[in-house]
């Protein structure tokens, strides 16, 4: 399985973003997919995530409200839609795939098998 992530950039605060994770793979529907991310200093933290075969979706309680995560089947793709950014959201987004997580192991980044490379997120004042 490779993943690509995408559409980082440099934004102001209050603006909104989206990032792509291109996946290969055959069985892409059944993957759960999550966005992690790790500022400069910090460990790579959990953002949020999507399930396979139905779409169920998690997130980090600084995240809730103003960031969708989505999928879409056909293009083997998942979105992070970022609305409302903040400064402190600033830092390198990485998407993650696993075929068979246990629930329990969703925010973990042990519960993911395959990585993609990162894409910079700069949230400026």
């Known amino acids: 399985v490779q993943l690509q992530a995408s559409g980082g950039g440099l934004v102001q605060a209050g603006d909104s973003l989206r990032l792509s994770c291109a996946i290969s793979g055959r069985t892409f529907r059944s993957y759960t997919v999550g966005w992690f991310r790790q500022a400069p200093g910090k460990e790579r933290e959990f953002v949020t995530a999507?399930?396979?075969?139905?779409?169920?979706?998690i997130y980090a309680e600084p995240v809730k409200g103003r960031f969708t995560i989505s999928r879409d089947n056909a293009k083997n793709t998942v979105y992070l839609q970022m609305n409302s950014l903040r400064i402190e959201d600033t830092a390198v987004y990485y998407c993650a795939a696993s075929a068979s997580i246990i629930l329990s192991n969703i925010r973990s980044r042990n519960g993911y098998a395959s990585w993609g490379q990162g894409t910079q997120v700069t949230v400026s004042s």
């Open positions: 999507i399930r396979g075969n139905g779409g169920a979706t």
